[in-house]
């Protein structure tokens, strides 16, 4: 709540003067805990509604280094919002989560790397991903992904989406999370829909991913309404 009340609270769209505060205030964060931090500025682009899109995207890319790495794993989430409110949910509440991992993780000898990546741009097309996986070499080589992300604004997270070939991560997902939750019928309702998230193209690019969301409240409200037929409002 205490990286909530510094950074969630006015409109951050992607290029706003709020978002450039938020930046500031993570990449502040992440090197105060020892993290080797840089910011990656490029050009985001989106053609995937058939309307090319473009973007200026700052993206946090903080590393720590494996004592005997065999690969990497990323965490990731994304920093931007929508115009219309300050996005605490979505997909603040993960940002702050990432850096309590960061403390959490203080004092932690790690076998493999570890990238917390938080992307700009998600919500106009997921720009600040397909930045990184076409521009960062960390983008290109690839790995294991943990992408946090939230339809509703309330409830546990819910694993509900998987890159293919997924039994094995499944079930070193099953036995090393205390309380695991996820549901296979989730990610048949979620193709559905017309959004994705940094997973999408993450996934396409080569990573081995693993999607999570809180889906209470407004998730469900939208799930309901797609059962009737009715529209389903997306962000």
Known sequence: MRHLERFATERRPIGSQAGDRARDYLAGQLRAAGLDVRVQRAIGADSSAGLASFGQVDNIVATAKGADATGTVVIAAHYDFAAMGPGASDDAAAVAAMLETVRALKGTALRNDLVLLMTDGEEDGTQGARAF????????????????????????????????????????????????????TMVEIYRLLPNNTDFTPMSQSGFTDVNYQPVEAGGLLSRSRLAEGRPVACG
Do not use: C, Q, Y
Not at 141 to 162: C, K, Y
Not at 163 to 170: D, E, F, Q, T, Y
């Open 133 to 184: 996986i076409r521009e960062h070499p960390l983008g290109r080589e690839g790995g294991v992904l943990l992408n946090w992300e939230a339809r509703g604004v309330s409830g546990p997270s819910l694993m509900f989406e998987t890159s293919k070939n997924n039994a094995r991560l499944v079930e070193t997902f099953a036995s090393a999370v205390p309380h695991p939750r996820g549901d296979s």
